[in-house]
């Protein structure tokens, strides 16, 4: 299964009936925080800084919304890009329930993916997928990227080969250069793309899809 979301938003009304019937307590859940810049982590302090369990600045904001369906700190463990060798990586998603994507980038994510051998384990994993923002679009094997103020031009890039019928537009606004993108992908791939803003999930099991809250098919404006 592959979730796909927007926000980390997922424990309020809009979403807890569905998600409440996929994620359990018992479930151990791995977090992938490869997707940041090269400026906001820079080396292991600052990456302990973010993401340390006990003080984290990130930490909290990232695994809050599990809380609600009973997941404990002690079920939960992160990839840390500078202290996890590719064999301890690799054993952290082989003993997970949940792989979590986190958002930020979504080239740097998969670079360091790649870098640490776990493209294959990972789309080979027979739990559940997760991400965010960049970490939902890289589960895309085809994905592309809006121009913003992060990317300059619109560009394809090659994601996990874990959804392969579409790509997803996120913090979809409405305006010329997602809609103006959007349209080149569909036009030039012969694919849909799905758009998610606050309050939207896609849901992925097997051959079904399943939309949650503000999550819609793209409808072509011209």
Not at 32 to 38: L, M, N, Q, R, T
Not at 62 to 83: E, P
Not at 137 to 155: L, R, T
């Amino acid at each position: 299964m592959n979730i796909l979301l927007d926000k980390l938003d997922f424990n309020e009304s809009w979403a807890y009936e569905a998600f409440r019937k996929i994620i359990k307590p018992e479930h151990k859940l791995c977090v992938v925080p490869f997707a940041f810049h090269e400026d906001w982590i820079r080396n292991e302090e600052e990456w302990e800084k973010s993401y340390n369990k006990l003080n984290g600045e990130h930490y909290k904001s990232t695994v809050a919304a599990f809380y609600t369906y009973g997941i404990d700190d002690k079920n939960i463990t992160l990839i840390n890009y500078f202290v996890d060798s590719v064999e301890s990586a690799k054993a952290k998603v082989r003993e997970s329930d949940i792989i979590f994507f986190t958002g930020g980038f979504p080239d740097k994510m998969m670079n360091r993916l790649e870098e640490f051998d776990l493209i294959d384990i990972i789309e080979q994993h027979n739990g559940i997928i997760m991400g965010w923002s960049a970490g939902a679009m890289m589960q895309c094997a085809e994905y592309y990227i809006s121009p913003d103020n992060d990317y300059p031009e619109f560009v394809y890039k090659k994601g996990l080969k874990c959804i392969k019928d579409f790509a997803v537009e996120v913090h979809y606004k409405n305006i010329d250069s997602q809609n103006n993108s959007t349209e080149k992908y569909m036009r030039e791939k012969n694919k849909i793309v799905y758009t998610t803003e606050p309050h939207s999930a896609i849901i992925v099991d097997g051959d079904q899809v399943k939309l949650l809250g503000n999550a819609k098919i793209y409808k072509a404006l011209k």
